[in-house]
């Protein structure tokens, strides 16, 4: 009965119901993606898969620059008119970025497919990633407006309709035979029809949102300027590093090795999608209140490391064993070779789903400065791994020397936010 009675009183506290409203979502958008790709796997090659990984590639990159960063001061700031300013701040970024970018890779798009091993499959799709990027963008903006109201069901909403549909026009596009365009075209579309709900759950006055005040505008950014001084840098490096493999290996190596490897890293990233992107919002919240409120942090942060590490190790153990089996007999023999890249991955994997609900600290602390440098640091090592596997002409080698340095160097960004946390705990009186 007093086990029953301590899950009544867990259930009620406002961490738990947010975490359980995200990861409930996160779950089942994850659970349909994963349902579907033993069909997508039967019905793209392994050459589409490469060529929607390396276009998402270059999208996640474009995207981080599409807001200029000032998107979590949406979080941050106090003040609800200050708060406002800011969203318009990032969509007036979001669109100048939008028109740059589509005169880019209109004009530009031979010479950019041009440097990877397989040009004419990518080249037809350059000029839609503006498009894809604006979206993105947009949707980083609605997820902070939407983490700020603690609206964790619409952020939920949204993942599972972009899952849901993702999912239903990769398969009726693979059946219709649309094999070359099917896997970007559904990607598009969901991306861009999962918004309605993110936007149909705000709450705002039309004459107010059309209003731009130029002076709390201009003042947000003066207040945030690190953000994109030192953030943009940061998070750009991040987001390469962890996709450098699918930017550098396909410039020296084919796109039927790219897809084997995207595949291993899309089923990877799972339990990261699921747990640690639901997680990090819930946290980010929590602890910018408890930093405002003057409590500790450490505890609470503590118990967090100890109860993810506990729950997602015997997954990772059991994945190191049968991954080769559980690729051949899910996606079909033709994928075996994805599961040894999913080994090789396992160890930075279950760091960085950790560390990942953790990499708003150094935002909330004001420490991009460092952050960045990190990540530099970070990319460099992972660029060597990478050219040493391409030097040996050994497209494994380079995937188990980037695995190595990823985990070691996540290890140490996860022991930095943990110092950071110490460091910045209220003074006990």
């Not at 001061?73 to 300013?85: L, P, Q």
């Not at 589509?102 to 798009?109: E, P, V």
């Not at 705002?204 to 505008?217: P, Q, R, S």
């Not at 391409?390 to 494994?396: A, E, G, P, T, Y």
């Amino acid at each position: 009965m007093r086990l029953f009675g301590y899950m009544r009183q867990w259930s009620k506290k406002e961490f738990t119901r947010n975490s359980i409203t995200l990861l409930t979502a996160n779950t089942l958008a994850q659970l349909i993606t994963f349902a579907v790709y033993p069909i997508i796997t039967r019905l793209y090659s392994a050459q589409e898969l490469g060529v929607l990984n390396l276009w998402l590639s270059i999208i996640g990159v474009l995207a981080i620059v599409s807001t200029g960063r000032y998107e979590p001061a949406i979080v941050m700031e106090k003040d609800d008119r200050g708060s406002s300013a800011l969203i318009k701040l990032t969509l007036l970024i979001n669109v100048s970025f939008l028109a740059v970018n589509q005169l880019i890779f209109t004009l530009f798009a031979h010479p950019i497919a041009s440097c990877f091993t397989s040009p004419e499959a990518i080249e037809p799709w350059l000029p839609l990633i503006p498009v894809m990027v604006f979206l993105a963008g947009l949707w980083q903006t609605l997820n902070n407006y939407h983490i700020r109201h603690k609206h964790y069901w619409a952020i939920g909403g949204y993942h599972l309709t972009h899952s849901s549909l993702n999912a239903v026009f990769k398969v009726l596009f693979g059946h219709a035979g649309m094999l070359r365009s099917g896997l970007i075209l559904s990607t598009l579309i969901a991306y861009g029809a999962a918004l309605i709900v993110p936007i149909s759950r705000i709450k705002f006055k039309v004459k107010e949102f059309l209003t731009f005040d130029g002076a709390t505008i201009k003042s947000m950014a003066r207040k945030y300027a690190n953000l994109p001084k030192f953030d943009i840098p940061r998070s750009v490096s991040n987001t390469l590093a962890c996709n450098l493999p699918l930017l550098i290996l396909p410039l020296s190596f084919g796109m039927d090795q790219i897809g084997l490897f995207s595949l291993a890293l899309m089923i990877g990233f799972c339990p990261v999608n699921l747990y640690a992107n639901s997680m990090m919002q819930v946290l980010y919240k929590t602890i910018v209140e408890k930093q405002q409120n003057q409590e500790k942090c450490i505890p609470f942060t503590a118990r967090f490391c100890r109860r993810t590490a506990l729950a997602l190790l015997p997954f990772f153990v059991l994945f190191f064993f049968i991954a080769k089996w559980f690729f051949g007999f899910l996606f079909g023999a033709d994928w075996m070779q994805a599961g040894i890249y999913f080994k090789m991955l396992l160890p930075w994997l279950f760091v960085l789903t950790m560390s990942s609900s953790l990499g708003f600290i150094p935002t909330l602390f004001f420490r991009q400065r460092t952050a960045m440098i990190i990540e530099f640091t970070y990319i460099l090592l992972r660029v060597l791994a990478l050219c040493i596997g391409i030097w040996l002409k050994d497209f494994s080698y380079a995937i188990l020397l980037f695995g190595i340095v990823s985990a070691v160097m996540v290890s140490i960004q996860l022991v930095w936010y943990w110092t950071l946390l110490k460091n910045n705990e209220p003074c006990q009186k």
